[in-house]
């Protein structure tokens, strides 16, 4: 199947550092999404992307959806303690058929900021 | 708070038994999707439900069905569970049928012993 390669997979930083994780595809994707889950949470939806070369922001984050269509990155400026938690990339692949839609998600960022 | 809830938050069950795992999407939303959690498998799309109708299917198990009802509410039936099916619940809903934009509820979390 699909899959997505996010990194890094954890990341330690100091609270108003800048953090940039993404995530990369071997096959085009027409969607690009990011989440955040805190523990015994479900995925929070940050930003969604829809066209090649889009850049949007949410607040301090940002996040583009790459030229190629197979990457995407996510960046997080001044970070705060409340950033904590996982990032996950996830997009909608290009397929055959057209009914339905599905995610594939990348396997996470483990966000650590440390006061 | 996206919307969407789940029953129920936690489930502890043994091994070859049989689970129902409920799901009402956001109010008017007519898709439902859910989605396995394991600790060393990330998240897995399972099946999508939109208005009634299976629409998309991924890698769900043979021992695993689900549905959605008339008023849109979903459940997730999972048979003959193995140690292997612990993991976080999740569905999600959008509107259409073909919409990215997921909104996820809080999960249930199964625990096989």
Not at chain 1, 11 to 17: H, V
Not at chain 1, 74 to 81: D, E, H, T, V
Not at chain 2, 81 to 94: H, V
């Amino acid at each position: 199947g699909q899959q997505l390669n996010q990194s890094p997979q954890s990341m330690f930083i100091q609270e108003g550092e800048d953090v940039s994780m993404n995530c990369t595809s071997s096959s085009i994707f027409n969607t690009w999404l990011w989440y955040k889950q805190d523990p015994g949470e479900g995925p929070v939806l940050l930003i969604a992307l829809y066209k090649a070369g889009e850049l949007t922001s949410n607040g301090r984050l940002t996040a583009q959806f790459g030229i190629t269509r197979k990457d995407s990155f996510l960046n997080i400026s001044a970070s705060i303690p409340s950033d904590v938690g996982i990032y996950f990339c996830a997009g909608n692949p290009i397929r055959k058929e057209t009914s339905g839609s599905r995610l594939t998600f990348g396997e996470g960022t483990q966000l650590t900021v440390n006061p | 708070d996206s919307g969407v809830t789940q029953t129920p938050k936690h489930l502890i069950t043994a091994t070859g038994q049989r689970v129902t795992l409920r799901c009402s999407p956001r109010s008017g939303d007519l898709s439902v999707y859910w989605y396995q959690q394991s600790l060393d498998q990330g998240l897995q799309f399972l099946i999508q439900y939109y208005n009634g109708e299976e629409r998309a299917k991924g890698n769900i198990l043979e021992r695993f069905s689900a549905q959605q009802f008339p008023d849109l509410h979903s459940e997730l039936n999972l048979s003959s569970l193995e140690l292997g099916d612990s993991a976080l619940y999740f569905c999600a809903s959008t509107e259409g049928s073909g919409g990215y934009e997921q909104y996820f509820g809080p999960g249930t979390r199964l625990t096989v012993t």
